[in-house]
Nanobody, 128 residues
Framework: QVQLVESGGGLVQAGGSLRLSCAAS????????MGWFRQAPGKEREFVAA????????YLADSVKGRFTISRDNAKNTVYLQMNSLKPEDTAVYYC?????????????????????WGQGTQVTVSS
């Protein structure tokens, strides 16, 4: 079992920054890929970013490239999502998740269905 706890969400003005954290615990999570997704009201869950625990390779959605970065701290078992130049359209509940089917970044990591473990989510609201 893997447990994930997100934190760091909040209310910020457009152009501001937030850093989300996802603390992981349990068996084997650091052998896999960790992803961040977001879901706005009335919309489907959307891929944001992913990172491989093993080699640190990353992949970001086009909508956040150049603004967001994903990183990990192996000693703290924590993955971060640094969000800069935030826009109102970034408003959503942000979730971290573990894809236990792979240790490397591949096309499947973009799909929510590939992830077997999810955190409870943290709200990010960007005001205009």
């Amino acid at each position: 079992q893997v447990q994930l706890v997100e934190s760091g969400g909040g209310l910020v003005q457009a152009g501001g920054s937030l850093r989300l954290s996802c603390a992981a615990s349990g068996r084997g999570f650091n052998s896999y890929v960790m992803g961040w997704f977001r879901q706005a009201p009335g919309k489907e869950r959307e891929f944001v970013a992913a990172i491989s625990w093993s080699d640190g390779s990353t992949y970001l959605a086009d909508s956040v490239k150049g603004r967001f970065t994903i990183s990990r701290d192996n000693a703290k078992n924590t993955v971060y999502l640094q969000m800069n130049s935030l826009k109102p359209e970034d408003t959503a509940v942000y979730y971290c998740a573990v894809d236990s089917t792979t240790s490397i970044i591949r096309v499947g990591v973009l799909k929510p269905g590939e992830y077997g473990y999810w955190g409870q989510g943290t709200q990010v609201t960007v005001s205009s």
